[in-house]
């Protein structure tokens, strides 16, 4: 069992960066191939970013490469993701998830744990 809890989340004007982290607790951390991911009311959850077990590949959506960077600290059993040059459409809830097979990393449905999510808001 792992528990995720996120942190970080707020409300921005556009072109700022915001930091969330995810602390995990449980089972070894750094077994897990970590993501993020986002929702807003109505719509399916989109895939932000996921980072290996060992840190080594990251992977994006489309909209987030080149803004967004994932990152992991596998001796503080802490995920991050840096944001910046924030746009409105990137309000949403954001959430942390850990992957226990270490594939399937861009669709939800292959994650095993996820956080309550933290909500970002981005003004115009």
């Known amino acids: 069992q792992v528990q995720l809890a996120e942190s970080g989340g707020g409300l921005v004007q556009a072109g700022v960066s915001l930091r969330l982290s995810c602390v995990a607790s449980?089972?070894?951390?750094?077994?897990?191939?970590m993501g993020w991911f986002r929702q807003t009311p109505g719509k399916e959850r989109e895939f932000v970013a996921a980072?290996?077990?060992?840190?080594?590949?990251?992977f994006y959506g489309v909209s987030m490469k080149g803004r967004f960077t994932i990152s992991r600290d596998n001796a503080k059993n802490t995920l991050f993701l840096q944001m910046n040059s924030l746009k409105p459409e990137d309000t949403a809830v954001y959430y942390c998830?850990?992957?226990?097979?270490?594939?399937?990393?861009?669709?939800?449905?292959?994650?095993?744990?996820w956080g309550q999510g933290t909500q970002v808001t981005v003004s115009s």
């Open positions: 449980g089972r070894t951390f750094s077994s897990y191939s």
């Open positions: 980072i290996a077990w060992n840190g080594i590949s990251t």
């Open positions: 998830a850990a992957n226990r097979l270490n594939y399937g990393l861009g669709n939800p449905s292959g994650y095993d744990y």
